[in-house]
Nanobody, 122 residues
Framework: QVQLVESGGGLVQAGDSLRLSCAAS????????MGWFRQAPGKEREFVAA????????YYADSVKGRFTISRDNAKNTVYLQMNSLKPEDTAVYYC???????????????WGQGTQVTVSS
């Protein structure tokens, strides 16, 4: 059983930056692919970014390429999402997720956090 806790969300203006964090416990963190998803009001959850256990292989949704960066610190059991040049359309609840490595990019994540709200005003 893996537990994930997101933090770092908040209310910002368009063009600002935020860094989300996700602390993991209950498993061998370095053996999991980690991902970030988001869900805007009235929409289904969508994929944002993923990072392999190695930390050097990443994958991004087209909507965030060049603006968001996913990274991980295996020593701290933490994955990050650095969000720059935020836009109002980035407003959503952001969730981190984990899945044992073996499929890339993964589509069926096993564990999910509770989410953190990001609101971007224009």
């Amino acid at each position: 059983q893996v537990q994930l806790v997101e933090s770092g969300g908040g209310l910002v203006q368009a063009g600002d930056s935020l860094r989300l964090s996700c602390a993991a416990s209950g498993g061998t963190f370095r053996l999991y692919t980690m991902g970030w998803f988001r869900q805007a009001p009235g929409k289904e959850r969508e994929f944002v970014a993923a990072i392999k256990w190695s930390g050097g292989i990443t994958y991004y949704a087209d909507s965030v390429k060049g603006r968001f960066t996913i990274s991980r610190d295996n020593a701290k059991n933490t994955v990050y999402l650095q969000m720059n040049s935020l836009k109002p359309e980035d407003t959503a609840v952001y969730y981190c997720a984990a899945v044992p490595f073996g499929t890339w990019p993964p589509t069926n994540y096993n564990y999910w956090g509770q989410g953190t709200q990001v609101t971007v005003s224009s």
